[in-house]
């Protein structure tokens, strides 16, 4: 018992560490001007990221036009949560890459920037 309350002091120290080194990561949605934050040690994984940026780029905007909260059909994932876009990221070297190919923690590492792009042009991208 004693080493289990160790190991949790452990991981609560670090998180404590994480969150004063690591700085949040900015979440651009091309075609908008205005770009959010966002803490990505805070989240404990992709689905949890989904659900971020759904409430950032739909609820947000529906609530604004006067739609209400709006209900989401089944299960939020990186795929869905903001309809007709793909939501990539911009790591160290700059490279674009798809947000979910990596495991949760190597992303929140090496993730510089998140971009959400419209669907279709991301399969054109650049060679």
């Not at 903001?82 to 990221?89: L, M, N, R, S």
């Amino acid at each position: 018992m004693h080493d289990a309350q160790l190991s949790l002091s452990a991981a609560a120290a670090a998180d404590d560490v994480a969150s004063k080194i690591v700085p949040p990561v900015t979440v651009v949605l091309e075609g908008r001007c205005i770009c959010h934050r966002i803490r990505l040690h805070e989240h404990s994984g992709y689905e949890s990221l989904a659900e971020a940026l759904h409430r950032m780029f739909v609820v947000d905007v529906n609530e604004s036009y006067g739609h209400g909260h709006e209900e989401k059909e089944g299960r939020l994932d990186l795929s869905n949560a903001v309809p007709g876009h793909v939501v990539a990221y911009e790591d160290m070297e700059d490279d674009l890459l798809l947000v979910g190919d990596l495991q949760w923690n190597d992303f929140v590492r090496v993730a510089k920037r998140i971009r959400i792009i419209p669907a279709k042009r991301s399969s054109r991208g650049k060679h």
